[in-house]
Nanobody, 125 residues
Framework: QVQVEESGGGLVQAGDSVMLSCVVS?????????MGWFRQAPGKDREFVAA????????IYADSVKGRFTISRDNAKNTVYLQMNSLKPEDTAVYYC?????????????????WGQGTQVVVSS
């Protein structure tokens, strides 16, 4: 069984920074999962944020977060991070971490095999 657990959300002000963490545990070694972050704002569909490949050599971002958010991973700690800078009220959402057995991350939620429960980020103006 694979477990995915996010942490690090909270209430922040516009312009602030927050780092989300996600730990994966299970029978497959962490470095054989590509990892992604998605988010879902109230009343909206879940949307892609960022993803990183097994080795970390390939990274993709949604246009809305490029230059502000950074995804990273520490395979020794089975952890992927999402550093979010210059936060805006429109970044308010539940942020989900997801793992895929594909070697590269994907923009599509259907390509991910395992999901966390999500962590709330609220950005006040």
């Amino acid at each position: 069984q694979v477990q995915v657990e996010e942490s690090g959300g909270g209430l922040v002000q516009a312009g602030d920074s927050v780092m989300l963490s996600c730990v994966v545990s299970g029978r497959r070694t962490f470095d054989k999962y590509a990892m992604g972050w998605f988010r879902q704002a109230p009343g909206k569909d879940r949307e892609f944020v960022a993803a990183k490949s097994w080795s970390g050599g390939s990274t993709i971002y949604a246009d809305s977060v490029k230059g502000r958010f950074t995804i990273s991973r520490d395979n020794a700690k089975n952890t992927v991070y999402l550093q979010m800078n210059s936060l805006k009220p429109e970044d308010t959402a539940v942020y989900y971490c997801a793992a895929t057995v594909r070697p590269r991350g994907s923009y599509y939620s259907s390509d991910y095999n395992y999901w966390g429960q999500g962590t709330q980020v609220v950005v006040s103006s």
